[in-house]
């Protein structure tokens, strides 16, 4: 028997500013131990994990002293769950039945929300059972703890960690969160036109100066977080090392840093994503390293596979337009942006396209020429490559369209399926999927994104989206991401 267990940690972090009063500062800490439901959606394409939590009101809760506090009644009101309401009353004429004046505020009574936007949360999610441990012994297995199951990996990384982003109170009211890119929409970026260097590099650099004290001595918002939950934003190595992307050309306008990094994925086909609290900037989502293998047997721990359809590989024709964007000088500089005096050189952006395609097991290609569309698409499936690089040989571009083509050029399957809420699944992972009574249906794929759900009516489940197929771990490495 599996006993589902939850756990739900909020850190109280944004100061709260009531009308006609001094700032409250917000620093308790609660833990939950029981929710109404949870679906949350993580994947390298959406650049950041989202989660909704929907809470009882009448759900009991500790502070990081032991204290229980019942929700409903937190701060002496029911109204104060996410916002503020007033100051609060009292009858100063009790002859005169409902008539009531507002107290004076003082930290004594002032209704502080519970929970307010920016507040740290982390929701970690699993079972406890004797049918896993040897002899019948009591084991426990859930996210953001050691995994009993396995050494390598050790432990197992937690269901979401982010910030509260929006509260509903309503009945049963809701949390809407967002990991750790919601602090990169608090960092603001320069106005400024870089035209040297990486942007791992920049982006690195923006972090260290969000970290750095304000003009009045206080601590910024980034340090803030750094003190009161331990978060400490980093770029990841292997970003700075092994991916480094020259810009060439970037402009960056004021505004903050997850634009920036939204807009430079848009002109460099660029990719980022947190692990945790690390950053990752690249052209590559899926690496070695980060992949942990998870085994799924058909009727056994897969609960719905209606979303999962064998193909065979010329069942549907695939092709891959490719396409390598170069900046070359375009002659004369750029208005200044203060403070500098001068501009900088105006590049434009030519661009080298293909069509490869799959014909009769064989791959073939077109070479796109000016005025002239590529053939329609009617029947196939139909991928976009795109890389901001130099090169413009075509039997290059070739040779990037064939690489990219063969992760889908195979018998297998592909689509989605429902499993329960363990093993943990994170997009990256590697799925080994057996299935006995059908051998063709046996295989390993990348995991391109999972929705986890829960409830107490349903249980814990996950949604996991396969990409496409390998026949070893090291096959990631074999194609250009």
Not at 10 to 21: K, R, S, W
Not at 64 to 71: D, E, F, P, T, V
Request: aromatic share 10%; hydrophobic share 35%; charged share 20%.
């Amino acid at each position: 028997m599996y006993q589902v267990l939850t756990n739900i940690v909020i850190q109280q972090v944004t100061d709260y500013v009531p009308p006609g009063a001094a700032p409250v500062t917000r620093d308790k800490t609660f833990t939950f131990n029981y929710l109404h439901s949870y679906e949350s959606e993580s994947s390298w394409e959406s650049m950041s994990q989202t989660m909704k939590i929907v809470l009882p009101k009448n759900v009991k809760f500790r502070d990081q002293n032991g204290a229980i506090y019942s929700l409903a009644s937190y701060n002496g009101t029911s109204s104060s769950i996410g916002g503020y309401v007033g100051a609060p009353t009292t009858n100063t004429t009790p002859d005169i039945p409902g008539l009531e004046a507002p107290l004076p505020l003082s930290p004594a009574n002032i209704p502080v929300p519970t929970f307010m936007r920016g507040d740290m949360i982390t929701l970690n999610v699993g079972y406890r059972t004797k049918l896993m441990g040897k002899g019948g012994s009591e084991i426990t297995y859930m996210t953001g703890g050691p995994d009993p199951t396995r050494k390598d990996p050790p432990n197992i990384p937690p269901l979401f960690q982010g910030f509260i982003t929006r509260v509903s109170p309503r009945l049963p009211f809701t949390l809407e969160c967002e990991d750790a890119m919601y602090l990169l929409s608090l960092v603001p970026t320069p106005n400024k036109h870089y035209n040297t260097g990486n942007i791992q590099s920049i982006v690195s650099d923006i972090i260290q100066q969000a970290y750095q004290a304000n003009d009045d001595g206080t601590d910024s918002l980034l340090t803030k977080y750094k003190k009161a939950c331990s978060v400490n934003i980093t770029l990841s190595k292997f970003s700075m090392d092994d991916l480094p992307f020259d810009v060439q050309s970037f402009i960056s306008t004021r505004g903050n840093l997850k634009e920036f990094l939204m807009k430079a994925g848009q002109q460099f086909h660029l990719h980022s994503w947190f692990r945790g609290f690390e950053l990752r900037v690249g052209p590559t989502y899926y690496l070695p390293d980060d992949a942990t293998t998870q085994s799924f047997t058909f009727k056994q721990n897969i609960l719905d596979n209606d979303k999962l359809h064998f193909k065979r590989k010329d069942d549907i024709p695939l092709s891959v337009i490719v396409t390598a964007y170069a900046s070359s000088s375009a002659g004369g500089t750029t208005k200044p942006i203060p403070p500098a005096t001068s501009g900088n050189p105006i590049t434009t952006l030519a661009n080298t396209q293909i069509l490869v395609y799959s014909e009769a097991g064989q791959f073939k290609k077109v070479v796109k020429q000016k005025g002239v569309d590529f053939p329609a698409n009617d029947v196939g499936k139909r991928f976009t490559l795109k890389r901001h690089t130099p090169v413009t040989d075509v039997d290059v571009l070739f040779q990037w369209g064939v690489r990219f083509l063969k992760r889908y050029y195979y018998d297998g399957l592909e689509g989605s399926f429902t499993t329960f809420g363990v093993p943990y699944v994170k997009h990256g992972d590697i799925i080994n999927l057996t299935n006995p009574s059908l051998p063709e249906m046996t295989g390993m794929y990348m995991c391109k994104a999972v929705t986890y759900s829960g409830s107490a009516e349903e249980g814990l489940r996950q949604e996991i989206t396969l990409d496409f197929k390998i026949n070893q771990v090291s096959d990631i490495n074999t194609f250009d991401n």
